[in-house]
């Protein structure tokens, strides 16, 4: 009996253990995970962001499953740019915001669990007229959508 | 007085959770009045759990806007529900706000 007890309890420390392992690996960042973070955020150049962030993986472009919301054609002002991104795609994991000639191009990203709607809005900084790129990650494909933003610096247009 | 507002709105069936922060957000390419860069400070991560359950991560650097704004939809979510919005800045400062969903 007391044989059994003991390797109940083990069973359950193990059983807690995995599923520890398995949420910390979802969600909460490890040494090397946040190493990557801190890189691919203060990559400069976009290309070298993009292979970092999806290391070769096809992109596949202008999926009209991806649409941009509230995002201004002319934004008048660069320090405040809405954007609102809303997918209709199944399964999606994450949400990548890239401004492409942004000193520092990803912006933010989303890490969104089964529980909430693939939406995701948020106001972006922008240096100067550039493509905004939205990448949906969506049942291990990733999706991407594109627009040019032109940013009105004092209003003397772009 | 916390740095973050949280409002909830029931919208088809759903929940908008909206929320913002007050945070300066700063990227370290700005200077002040006398030409000296202003050091970076901007918020790295953003966490929302949903009756401590994390629903969103969020990681995002200076280029988000000064005191930012954020909304998702949850799915479900009912009445008396918590939602807890969470921030951690490159400096170490953190604060983190409880909202019940009514």
Same mark, same amino acid.
């Given at each position: 009996?007391?044989?059994?007890r003991r390797?109940? %309890? !083990?069973n359950? *420390?193990s059983?807690?253990?995995?599923?520890?392992?398995?949420?910390?690996?979802l969600? @909460?960042?490890?040494? =090397?995970?946040?190493q990557?973070?801190k890189?691919?955020?203060?990559?400069?150049n976009?290309?070298?962001t993009?292979e970092?962030?999806f290391?070769?993986?096809?992109?596949?472009d202008?999926?009209?499953?991806?649409?941009?919301?509230?995002l201004?054609?002319?934004?008048?002002n660069?320090?405040?740019?809405?954007?609102? %991104? !809303?997918?209709? *795609?199944?399964?999606?994991?994450?949400?990548?915001?890239?401004?492409?000639?942004?000193? @520092?191009?990803?912006? =933010?990203?989303?890490?969104?669990s089964?529980?909430?709607e693939?939406?995701?809005?948020?106001?972006?900084?922008?240096?100067k007229?550039?493509?905004?790129i939205?990448?949906?990650?969506?049942?291990?494909?990733f999706?991407?959508?594109?627009k040019?933003?032109?940013v009105?610096?004092?209003?003397c247009?772009g | 007085?916390?740095?973050?507002?949280?409002?909830t709105?029931?919208?088809?069936?759903?929940?908008?959770?909206?929320?913002l922060?007050?945070h300066?957000?700063?990227?370290?390419r700005?200077?002040?009045?006398?030409?000296i860069?202003i050091?970076?400070?901007?918020?790295?991560?953003?966490?929302?759990?949903?009756?401590?359950?994390?629903?969103?991560?969020?990681?995002m650097?200076?280029?988000?806007?000064?005191?930012?704004?954020?909304?998702?939809?949850?799915?479900?979510?009912?009445?008396?529900?918590?939602v807890t919005?969470?921030?951690?800045?490159?400096?170490?400062?953190?604060?983190?706000?409880e909202?019940?969903?009514?």
């Open positions: 009996m007391f044989e059994s390797k109940f %309890i !083990t359950m *420390l059983l807690s253990a995995c599923s520890l392992t398995f949420a910390s690996g969600f @909460h960042s490890s040494l =090397a995970h946040a990557q973070l890189k691919s955020f203060s990559l400069r976009f290309d070298e993009i970092h962030l290391r070769g993986e096809k992109l596949i202008n999926h009209n499953k991806i649409k941009f919301h509230r201004p054609r002319v934004a008048e660069g320090a405040v740019v809405p954007i609102k %991104i !809303t997918s209709t *795609l199944k399964k999606v994991t994450k949400i990548y915001i890239l401004v492409e000639k942004n000193p @520092h191009p990803l912006s =933010a990203e989303f890490f969104l089964p529980a909430v693939p939406q995701v809005s948020a106001r972006l900084k922008m240096a007229t550039s493509n905004v939205a990448i949906v990650e969506a049942d291990g494909k999706f991407r959508k594109i040019r933003v032109k009105a610096v004092g209003g247009g | 007085m916390s740095s973050i507002k949280i409002r709105k029931r919208l088809e069936g759903n929940t908008q959770i909206r929320t922060i007050t300066p957000m700063e990227n370290g700005n200077k002040d009045a006398q030409g860069y050091p970076a400070h901007y918020i790295k991560e953003l966490l929302i759990e949903h009756n401590s359950h994390l629903i969103i991560r969020c990681n650097a200076g280029s988000i806007s000064k005191n930012p704004y954020f909304d998702f939809l949850l799915k479900d979510g009912k009445i008396g529900d918590t919005v969470t921030w951690k800045d490159n400096l170490g400062a953190t604060d983190s706000e909202y019940i969903i009514e």
